[in-house]
């Protein structure tokens, strides 16, 4: 659908065309019309109702502003670059607008991110022309994510274009036309509103996504009068109904099946959709998988929560029935089936993807908080309360009985491991003792991040935010000041490992330090890229040329044995250093005391390698630059 | 006396790698519980060879490591299982450390 937005608010297609593509993309009549009926005043020449705009007078880069205020953002997450001058100015005239500023774009791609995967609405970022390429990795995870996100930099003045003039080169929007659902070169200042307007529109309908507008310097300092959209032309109501028939028809099939099983993934979270897949999961007792996503989607101390999909066998036989229907919803990105031959439903906000990779038994196209409520409705609608309880009863009990004892097990886990190094589940098992019950946690670590699974998440729990699908590290740091600064009466704490704080993402401190954000960054030091020295030095199971020879050319980090703290005190940031688990409770403790205090904290936990490899010594440490030299220079 | 262990873990593995760990299980192809426990709990993520490995010379320090660890990660077992299961793994493949 996102596809189809474009097209119609860009005019390519008629509205016609429009109603035609949403049929196609297997929306309802209903749905579509009322898709339409949202993002008709974005269409030029489009109806608009009185009072839904008020024209502004002053620079471009008033009108800029004002368009940006209208959506009610309270931020803007901003690097240096003299393209700002213009915005600068007009925040003089007309404050109210609280930048936070990152010491470089991509970090402020990372910010914007996260602040805009808690709140669900675009974040607005601009930064200089040239830190465009600076800023695409995040952009790219976010693309991934289909965070909405509007990031806008200065472009070189119209006069020089085309030139391969200074700081400039033919065509930046092609350089990120993957990693974002639109992408816009302001032509006229008196235009300015309406495609900042447009940019947030196309960011924000789901699936979202990074939009970049690049505006000349002149146009932001033209003196010009011209419409801004107020609040209620930026309302967007998306909750787009499947089509009835087909929910019904995968009522049916749900009502059916003997062991169905729920895959969730970050649509659901996306949509708000939680606590309506949550009862529709309760109303079958469909024991549920967590597809990886960026949120936890579904309680993960619920007696449906299955785990991850590893442990769909484990379920497989406390039940004793093999699964015999699999429903997808929000999970966008399975690439197979699970099962040959079980048929599979899928449940999509992205037309675009549904039945992607997948044959499907059934595919619902819309809001998945809609979808959700829909099948409930259906499904109440087919069998009494007493026949879902018989029907339910044997796998309710079995279910609860199987998750709750997987759970048990790795808390006991947890709690068992000790020593020095410290062994990571301890860490988290500790975190879990000391956290507040609503804690965030911005996680950017490897496998580990299935020893999150001790930390209960959901909508009256924990939030877990992260890791990205897109994987690019250098986000996580950055984005937990977004989500604090989102969250500001929760506690947050951010996990990283040593080698993807090293990926570009330490300036973020500086952004912690400055702005007094409260975040609590915890690297789990092993002093290894401990992953990718498993793909290297053995390969499913088997050593390698490389594991063979003992030879760890790229994953070992001990040298130079990076002090976090140390770093982290050059940003005015206090930490502590964590050497076993003895050290860990008290660590911890005055590291949340200090958040309470308003200062972020530094726990640097040297923490244990494990697997192939983990015992090497051997690095390509013996190559110096110096030792080239003929002259001590 | 331990390769004669590993070889029918690794046998043992053979065998539940037909008709899958979890239904081999259930199929009572029960010589040991603790072999059974530690394929059913490991293979959902990684080869047996991860385990069966012997160059790897693990102490029985290591291999509770390890073993917690993994089961922190989510590896499917029961809690009044972990003890025979981690003592499985230190009984065939611990070194002396």
């Known amino acids: ?633 | 006396m331990k390769r004669c262990i590993i070889s029918k873990f690794l046998s043992g593995f053979l065998l539940a790698g037909v008709m899958t760990p979890m239904t081999a299980l259930s199929q009572g192809v029960e010589e040991d519980r603790g072999m059974q426990l530690v394929v059913q709990a490991c293979t959902v993520c990684h080869p047996i060879n991860n385990i069966a490995n012997p160059h790897k010379g693990l102490t029985a320090e290591e291999w509770e490591f390890y073993f917690y660890e993994m089961v922190s990660r989510g590896a499917p077992i029961y809690p009044e299982d972990l003890e025979t299961a981690k003592q499985y793994l230190i009984d065939t493949f611990a070194v002396d450390g």
């Open chain 1, 1 to 633: 659908m996102r596809n189809l937005v474009k097209d119609i608010i860009n005019t390519n297609i008629s509205r016609r065309g429009f109603l035609s593509g949403m049929a196609v993309a297997s929306y309802s009549a209903s749905a579509a019309k009322s898709a339409l009926a949202a993002v008709e005043p974005f269409i030029p020449g489009g109806e608009l109702s009185e009072g839904w705009t008020r024209s502004v007078s002053g620079t471009g880069a008033d009108l800029l502003l004002a368009q940006i205020k209208e959506t009610g953002a309270k931020y803007m997450f901003v690097a240096n670059g003299s393209g700002l001058g213009p915005l600068c100015s007009a925040m003089v005239r007309d404050p109210g607008l609280q930048f936070i500023q990152a010491t470089h774009e991509g970090q402020a791609v990372a910010i914007a991110d996260g602040y805009a995967k808690i709140t669900g609405k675009p974040s607005f970022g601009m930064y200089s022309r040239v830190g465009l390429p600076h800023s695409c990795s995040n952009m790219y995870n976010s693309m991934k994510d289909r965070t909405p996100l509007v990031m806008m930099s200065d472009h070189a003045p119209s006069s020089t274009r085309g030139t391969d003039g200074h700081e400039d080169i033919d065509n930046w929007e092609e350089a990120v036309r993957f990693y974002t659902k639109w992408t816009w070169t302001a032509g006229r200042s008196n235009r300015l509103a309406e495609w900042v307007r447009r940019a947030y529109k196309v960011a924000g309908v789901m699936p979202g996504g990074p939009t970049h507008l690049r505006i000349p310097r002149e146009l932001m300092n033209e003196q010009v009068t011209a419409p801004v959209y107020t609040g209620q032309a930026l309302n967007i109501p998306m909750e787009l109904r499947p089509n009835t028939q087909e929910v019904e028809r995968v009522a049916k099939i749900l009502l059916a099946s003997e062991s169905p099983m729920m895959v969730v993934g970050p649509e659901v979270s996306q949509c708000g959709a939680r606590a309506a897949v949550q009862e529709l999961a309760e109303l079958l007792a469909i024991p549920v998988i967590q597809f990886r996503s960026f949120y936890c989607d579904f309680p993960n101390s619920h007696d449906l929560w299955v785990g991850d999909n590893r442990l769909i066998p484990a379920w497989v036989n406390a039940y004793g029935k093999p699964v015999d229907c699999w429903f997808n919803i929000g999970a966008r990105t399975i690439r197979r089936p699970y099962s040959e031959g079980v048929p599979m439903i899928q449940a999509s906000v992205d037309g675009d993807t549904i039945g992607r990779n997948i044959p499907l038994a059934g595919a619902l196209v819309g809001d998945l908080n809609e979808v959700a409520k829909d099948l409930i409705a259906a499904i109440k609608s087919m069998a009494s309360p007493e026949q879902l309880r018989q029907r339910t009863v044997e796998r309710r009990g079995k279910c609860a009985a199987h998750t709750q004892k997987l759970l048990a097990a790795r808390m006991e886990a947890g709690r068992m491991s000790s020593g020095s190094p410290v062994p990571w589940q301890r860490m988290i098992y500790e975190l879990r003792q000391q956290l507040e019950p609503n804690a965030v946690v911005v996680e950017e670590t490897g496998t580990q991040y299935r020893a999150l699974g001790m930390l209960p998440f959901g909508d009256n729990a924990m939030e877990k935010i992260g890791r990205t699908e897109g994987r690019a590290l250098g986000w996580g740091v950055g984005a937990s000041a977004g989500v604090k600064l989102a969250l500001p009466d929760r506690q947050v704490i951010s996990l990283q490992g040593d080698g993807g704080f090293l990926f570009g993402q330490t300036d973020s401190l500086w952004t912690h330090s400055r702005y007094n954000i409260p975040v609590m960054t915890v690297v789990f030091n092993n002093r290894s890229y401990e992953e990718t020295r498993w793909e290297m030095l053995g390969r499913r199971g088997e050593v390698t040329d490389a594991g063979e020879a003992g030879r760890d050319y790229v994953s070992y980090l001990g040298d130079p044995d990076v002090d976090f703290t140390a770093l982290a005190s050059a940003y005015n940031i206090p930490g502590a250093v964590v050497n076993n688990t003895e050290e860990l409770s008290s660590a911890i403790r005055r590291g949340l005391r200090t958040l309470a205090d308003g200062r972020p904290f530094m726990l640097d936990v040297r923490t244990r390698r494990l697997g192939i490899g983990a015992e090497l010594g051997w690095y390509p440490g013996d190559f110096s630059v110096a030792d080239l030299r003929e002259r001590k220079v």
